[in-house]
């Protein structure tokens, strides 16, 4: 089990920049997969950003070149650092961890959810 807590959503002009953050707790040995979600009014989670493992980061089209994921191992926080923000990138961002269950399979767990309104 893993708890998320995530902070940093604010209202912010086109253009600018965020950080959100998302501290985890638990068994954080256990990650196989962290990254962001965000969910649009009306519209389901989609994936901003995510890593897999040791892979490589994948980002969602929209975001390539404005968004970096990242996750400091010694404080137990994923950060999403947001640049050049658009209108469009408003939405509610949730912090998404995958952990593996010790039987080949993988159970996600979620964040509250932050609020981003980034105004034109």
């Known amino acids: 089990q893993v708890q998320l807590a995530e902070s940093g959503g604010a209202t912010v002009e086109a253009g600018g920049s965020l950080r959100l953050s998302c501290a985890v707790s638990g068994d954080t040995d256990s990650i196989e997969f962290f990254g962001w979600y965000r969910r649009f009014p009306g519209e389901r989670r989609v994936q901003v950003a995510g890593?897999?493992?040791?892979?490589?980061?994948n980002y969602a089209d929209p975001v390539k070149g404005r968004f970096t994921l990242s996750r400091d191992i010694a404080t137990n926080t994923i950060y999403l650092q947001m640049n050049s923000l658009k209108p469009e990138d408003t939405a509610v961002y949730y912090c998404?961890?995958?952990?593996?269950?010790?039987?080949?399979?993988?159970?996600?767990?979620w964040g509250q959810g932050t609020q981003v309104t980034v105004s034109s």
């Open positions: 998404n961890v995958d952990l593996a269950t010790g039987v080949g399979s993988l159970r996600p767990f």
């Open positions: 890593q897999r493992g040791g892979g490589p980061v």
